[in-house]
């Protein structure tokens, strides 16, 4: 029985995970809880983090948030890949690391929960430019600055929603912002890829046979972003593609007269 168990990891998509958790039956507070969960959730606009210290009071210490630069795909076949674990307790995270190694899995601490957290949101989110750059054949010249870019504006808005000593070209930022936004197994870049060759939204979210929490993200953010005074182009010209109608075409040409 799952309620006997003391690990419970959340791996389904953040547009599920609210109403899935109403339905326990058991308490979390004595659960460590461990979120693969790479999105905001669309009831409570909240980091899972938050939600699970909020509504079922398990403490920080508790807490696992587990990133990348990670695709399932290439750890299926035992391909080498990196994790990084964050907890605010190091030996909750070491323990979790312990049962987690095999010889294919480089596996990392940190004590940056929100800062992983929040990374692993905003990464989809501009793989999904990305994607949408390749559909328009922006070519790979371009992609390298939008990406500089993107880590830019990364910096800035955790800096300011969640300021702490962080190095945003560790492989759980920077690293997997790159996989993202480059790999084929990405499936935002496939949706925004859809999107620039021509497709609406609508069509393209229904050619997609998995969830792209790019596009969630990007409807949820605006409540986070609320909350700075950062400016986000990247971010900002994808939610006016994305729920504005706005034209992928002159939105995207509009974003380059912004970057550097």
Known sequence: MISKNKW?????????????????????????????????LPKTKSLVGDYVKDYFK?????????????????????????????????????ALKSKMSTPYLSISISKDVVGIELAAILKNMYALVAGIATGLAYGDNFQSVLLSNSIEEMKAFLN?????????????????????????????????????????????????NMIAEGYYASKNFAVLKAECSVETPIMDSLYEILFKGKSAAKTMQQLVQKLH
Do not use: W
Request: glycine share 6%.
């Open 58 to 94: 398990v403490p920080p210490a508790q807490f696992v948030v587990i990133s990348g630069p990670c695709h399932a795909e290439e750890i299926a076949i035992n391909h080498l890949s990196f994790l990084t674990l964050g907890c605010s307790d190091i030996k909750t995270a070491t």
């Open 8 to 40: 419970i990891i959340l791996a389904l998509p953040s547009a599920f995970l609210e109403a899935t958790l109403e339905q326990l039956t058991f308490s979390l507070d004595n659960k460590i809880i461990v979120s693969g969960v790479k999105g905001l």
């Open 160 to 208: 300011q929603r969640n300021p702490t000593k962080r190095n945003l070209n560790s492989s759980v930022y920077l690293g997997d912002l790159i996989v993202t936004a480059y790999s084929e197994h990405s499936r935002n870049r496939r949706l925004g890829e859809l999107i620039g060759k021509g497709h609406t939204v609508e069509k393209a979210l229904e050619k997609m």
